[in-house]
C-alpha cells in the first residue's frame, strides 16, 4: 500500500468531519430567529412583538 493510498482518503475523512466539528461549537440553546417586519425580538417574552416609535 502506498502513503498515496492512505493519505488521500484519510484527508477526504477529515475535510468531511471539519463542519460537524465547527457546528459543535455552537451553543445549543440559542436558536436564530428573524422577525417580521417592523418587530423585535423581546427576550423576557421570549416573542417578537411590535415596536413603538
Known amino acids: 500500500m502506498t502513503t498515496r493510498a492512505v493519505t488521500t482518503p484519510l484527508a477526504a475523512l477529515c475535510l468531511s468531519l471539519l463542519p460537524m466539528a465547527a457546528s459543535a461549537k455552537c451553543g ?6 428573524s422577525c417580521a417586519q417592523g418587530t423585535v425580538w423581546d427576550e423576557a417574552a421570549k416573542a417578537c412583538v411590535t415596536t413603538t416609535s
Open 28 to 33: 445549543h440553546d440559542e436558536a436564530r430567529l
